[in-house]
């Protein structure tokens, strides 16, 4: 019913930057929280970043001032920026979207299938 594409992940010499995009499409009716999430190998799932319906965003302490989240709610996508990248930062990344389908549904959560995201030293 809902599905979750990332794109934009790839290679990047520590230091450098990447943006991400998740779009969001079918059946949706309202979109409540977006957020990214990462994990390494090895390494439970993290939340990397948050942004509310509202705009409000929150992120882990490892990425304040260097990662930006924001949404185009009008399109339904949400972005990652991510700037000085850190060969610690490495890590599949996955968008989830919190989703109505219609205006008598439970919100439900869906997810991306991850884009792999490689900083070099």
């Known amino acids: 019913q809902v599905q979750l594409v990332e794109s934009g992940g790839g290679l990047v010499q520590a230091g450098g930057s990447l943006r991400l995009s998740c779009a969001a499409s079918?059946?949706?009716?309202?979109?409540?929280?977006m957020r990214w999430y990462r994990q390494a190998p090895g390494k439970q799932r993290e939340l990397v970043a948050v942004?509310?319906?509202?705009?409000?965003?929150d992120y882990v302490d490892s990425v304040k001032g260097r990662f930006t989240i924001s949404r185009d709610s009008a399109q339904n996508t949400v972005y990652l920026q991510m700037s000085s990248l850190k060969p610690e930062d490495t890590a599949v990344y996955y968008c989830?979207?919190?989703?109505?389908?219609?205006?008598?549904?439970?919100?439900?959560?869906?997810w991306g299938q991850g884009t792999q995201v490689t900083v070099s030293s």
């Open positions: 989830n979207a919190v989703v109505a389908t219609d205006s008598h549904s439970y919100y439900a959560s869906y």
């Open positions: 079918g059946s949706i009716f309202s979109i409540n929280a």
């Open positions: 942004v509310s319906s509202t705009g409000m965003t």
